[in-house]
């Protein structure tokens, strides 16, 4: 069975770099396609970007100039980075896998973590 | 972007009671239409993928439709469980965009 778990710290100052890294176990990373996505307290659901296993990446135009993805292998892991964070980041961040193969259909997430901007 | 609308926001149900929830697209996305729930501090799950692929483990009671820009999902028959929000997703075209969920709620 295939799990996703994300990690990182669960508050970040304004303007700075929120960083999260996604572990993947039962499952190599290396066969599929892996996401983010974030979802603001009682709002919905907004993709934040993609990530092949080759490490190519195709981020939401709303957040490209912000969002960097990478993924590492050896540890079956993938990460985020959204530099310059503001109030409107906060959100619960979710990693997913997309079992399509480029579908954007999405079978597995993480439990997702809650990630608040505040000074 | 591909705006994904759905009607209601929320609605009051019973056990037992059938459901209809609906999600229209912006523009026509043939049936690249997924359904998901999500229980309260949980993740999504997909329940349907294709507008009407029922997922592996999900209820028959669960049923989707529709194709072009309407689409429908329906419970057929609420069980407890079912409480939820529910979440439709275009994947037809980059960004994949949601709609703002449908809360289903106990009457």
């Known amino acids: 069975q295939v799990q996703l778990q994300e990690s990182g710290p669960g508050l970040v100052k304004p303007s700075e770099t929120l960083s999260l890294t996604c572990t993947v176990s039962g499952g190599s990373i290396s066969s599929y396609q892996w996401t983010w996505i974030r979802q603001p307290a009682g709002k919905g659901l907004e993709w934040i970007g993609r990530i092949f296993n080759s490490g190519s990446t195709y981020y939401n135009p709303s957040l490209k100039s912000r969002v960097t993805m990478s993924v590492e292998t050896s540890k079956n892991q993938f990460s985020l980075k959204l530099n310059s964070v503001n109030a409107a980041d906060t959100a619960v961040y979710y990693c997913a896998r997309d079992g399509l193969g480029g579908g954007d259909q999405f079978d597995y997430w993480g439990q997702g973590t809650l990630v608040t901007v505040s000074s | 972007d591909i705006q994904m609308t759905q009607s209601p926001s929320s609605l009051s149900a019973s056990v037992g009671d059938r459901v209809i929830i609906t999600c229209r697209a912006s523009q026509s996305i043939s049936n690249y239409l997924n359904w998901y729930q999500q229980e309260p501090g949980k993740a999504p799950k997909l329940l349907i993928s294709?507008?009407?692929s029922l997922q592996s483990g999900v209820p028959s009671r669960f049923s989707g439709s529709g194709s072009g820009t309407d689409f429908t999902l329906t419970i057929s028959t609420l069980q407890p469980e079912d409480f939820a929000t529910y979440h439709c997703?275009?994947?037809?075209?980059?960004?994949?965009?949601f709609g703002q969920g449908t809360k289903v709620e106990f009457k």
């Open positions: 294709a507008a009407s």
């Open positions: 997703q275009q994947s037809y075209s980059t960004p994949p965009t």
